[in-house]
């Protein structure tokens, strides 16, 4: 067994939500649960009785009576038939004066909001919806900053039952059409522009040219963003409103529209990187449910806790960390570079706001770690109890980073699940110990193993696929304009016929955890032997002199070989002694075929706009074929530097 690097107090520990939970189920059940593996193993095996459980963590609605119809269908399950409930009502539950929301910003841009102002805010725009015909199952998309307007105009939409599908600002005009064009909304909300690492970004012309192709827009309501004093100008586009003048004058009652249990909520979109981006449709009870669920059991979050999670509205962990309301906690939103006005900015943030539950990227903290930053001994971040990590995995040598620099007694959670379930498939778990390297536990209610090639379960330490064998509330609905299935069934089933194959590499460990060893599709074969590009990237993390990496296969003499490209600090160059101090690192710590047979310099990386790697698109040009989609790339001329490499034909 491997020695932990935090282990949780006895009074942290049966303090938790989690160990509440045990004890209900003993006295209720008579059976003993003495670990998490206990209550995990009993929420596979009594799945309707779990989930009715989650309901009663503060879910508002009817559950009626039936829980899960052809349970054994994946797809084709259906929860919680006859509930009837309204997603906008459970996350706007309160209405006093203390803190909902802190909305923040790279310029120092404070707003916050209580519980009372956002319900009357939500109230206002809700009333203005449906004076303009939104009703159930209408579209109301947003080109917007996380800000608090973002979160209003969600919660407005919800409330009506209608949609709620948003992108990114930094998204180019081609890149959003991509995506709402497909769902067609009849209201857009935007703002005149954004700020990125110290740039102010005007979005008029942007907003003029989408107005004009989607032709069932019927409203773009348009919020200050860039001058919050001053009133946006609409420039001539006909469908244009300001905020302030479309929100209705007075809230009237919120009414919340009583809606099936798998009623749509969201649209969330693939990242695009290898087509144009499938419409995932997720249903509101699901979601709720399976929100409700991490937050108060997996994080134990519930009233008096602030969380922060660093994202985007293009990111589904914008959706996850909204939802952050129904289990009572303060969410604090955070708009720009997460380096602006320099590299401490969200660490000064967390103090400033008392953050208890902290959220963020793997490569937002292994970025840290290159910059030396030591936020523990600089800020005071006594209030921090959790930290969760996510985008990508979390090498190994980082998990020592947080505990050496950020701070000692801390639950370190790194987490992986993602757009296709809005949700986790493993996450943390405050009564476990943190190992090294490993997600803590599998989800609670989630059927997740590891498959060989064949369908096969791998033992406990073997490399596969990762799978979920039994249905669970936040699978998607289906993908929008897919009325037969086609393309959701291919999209996870056809791999493993009846199971949902995720599309991760990854392994079981001796501790009852998880290792994300990278995406399946990236997976490199030289020789025949499988390797997980994150094997690699742990090593190269190693190295001080390399900022990032990123590896691929490359077809060469009937076999694979790994290419290896790299970006150092500044005014670094890789000569020999450098790549053969690289070629030493992978060789001795993960083995001689892990060795890059290439290992070549480069300014800049692709990423996507929510700053994962975009390993497919750079293995595509460097066999000379073209990238599906570029506007899903947050710095498409980075792929420039990997085409027609001399270093890459001998």
């Known amino acids: 067994m491997a020695t932990p690097l935090w282990r949780p107090d006895p009074l942290r520990r049966e303090s938790s939500r989690l160990a509440a939970l045990m004890h209900e189920l003993a006295a209720d059940t008579g059976l003993p649960f003495t670990d998490y593996a206990d209550l995990h193993a009993w929420s596979l095996n009594h799945p309707e009785t779990f989930w009715s459980r989650v309901w009663t ?18 797809p084709g399950a259906r929860w919680f038939p006859e ?48 004076d303009s015909g939104v009703e159930a199952g209408d579209r109301v998309a947003g080109l917007v900053p996380n800000s608090e307007h973002a979160v209003i105009a969600m919660l407005a939409a919800a409330s009506l039952g209608a949609v709620w599908s948003s992108c990114s600002p930094d998204f180019g005009v081609q890149g959003v059409l991509d995506r709402f064009g497909q769902i067609e909304p009849k209201v857009l909300v935007g703002c005149d522009g954004y700020h990125w690492n110290g740039k102010a970004i005007a979005l008029h012309d942007r907003l003029k040219a989408l107005a004009a192709q989607l032709p069932k827009l019927e409203r773009l309501v348009l ?40 009623h749509p909520l969201y649209i969330l979109y693939s990242s695009g990187t290898t087509g144009r981006p499938k419409c995932i449709v ?45 289990s009572g906690a303060t969410l604090v939103l955070y708009d720009g570079s997460p380096f602006a006005p320099d590299p401490a900015a969200l660490w000064r943030l967390a103090e400033r706001e008392g953050v208890t539950c902290f959220g ?14 030591r936020p523990g001994r600089d800020h005071d971040l006594s209030a921090l109890r959790t930290l969760l990590s996510t985008g990508s995995a979390l090498p190994h040598e980082a998990f020592d980073y947080v505990y050496r620099a950020i701070k000692e007694d801390l639950l370190l959670a790194s987490i992986s699940g993602g757009t296709d379930i809005v949700s986790c498939f493993a996450l943390g778990c405050p009564i476990r110990p ?129 290419v290896l490209f790299v970006r150092l600090r500044d005014g670094l160059t890789l000569d020999d002694a450098l790549r053969q101090r690289i070629r030493d690192t992978i060789r001795i710590h993960a083995s001689p075929r892990h060795v890059p047979a290439r290992i070549l310099q480069v300014d800049d990386l692709p990423c996507t706009r929510s700053g994962k790697l975009v390993e497919l698109a750079v293995r595509d040009v460097v066999h000379g074929r073209p990238v599906a989609n570029l506007e899903a790339l947050a710095n498409p001329e980075a792929l420039a530097q990997f085409e027609d490499l001399p270093e890459l034909r001998e």
């Open 57 to 74: 963590l503060g879910a508002i609605g009817e559950p009626g009576q039936r829980v899960l119809e052809n349970p054994t269908a994946m």
């Open 282 to 326: 997720h249903g509101a009870g699901g979601t709720l449910l399976q929100h409700l669920k991490e937050h108060r059991l997996h994080c134990d979050l519930g009233e008096g806790d602030v969380l922060f999670y660093y994202t985007t509205c293009g990111w589904m962990m914008w959706n996850w960390l909204v939802s952050g309301l129904a």
């Open 434 to 562: 943190v190992y090294r390297g490993q997600l803590q536990c599998r989800g609670l209610g989630m059927a997740v193993a590891v498959y060989d090639a064949t369908g096969k379960p791998c033992a406990v330490g073997e490399k596969g696929e990762l799978v979920c064998t039994q249905p669970f509330p936040s699978m998607p609905l289906g993908f929008w304009n897919d009325p037969d299935g086609k393309r959701y069934h291919a999209a996870y089933f056809d791999r493993f016929p009846g199971v949902w194959a995720h599309g991760d590499y990854a392994e079981l460990t001796a501790e009852d955890g998880l290792i994300i060893h990278g995406r399946a599709d990236t997976v490199l074969n030289p020789g025949g032997v499988r390797i997980g590009t994150a094997e690699i990237y742990r090593q190269v993390d190693k190295v001080d002199e390399v900022l990032e990496s990123l590896c691929i296969g490359q077809q060469w003499q009937d076999d694979v070989r790994v």
């Open 360 to 373: 963020t990227s793997a490569r937002y903290l292994t970025a840290c770690a290159k910059d030396g930053l």
């Open 83 to 130: 509930a009837r409930l309204n997603f906008a009502a459970n996350l706007l539950r309160r209405r006093d004066d203390t803190p909902a929301l802190i909305a923040c910003d790279e310029r120092g841009r404070r707003q916050e909001l209580s519980h009372a102002e956002l319900h009357d805010q939500v109230a206002r725009l809700a009333r203005a919806l449906r």
């Open 223 to 262: 919020f200050p963003f860039l001058d919050p004093e001053a009133a946006p100008e609409t420039h001539g586009i006909d469908v244009a409103m300001a905020w302030d003048d479309y929100l209705a004058a007075t809230g009237e009652p919120l009414e919340f529209v009583a809606l099936p249990f798998d």
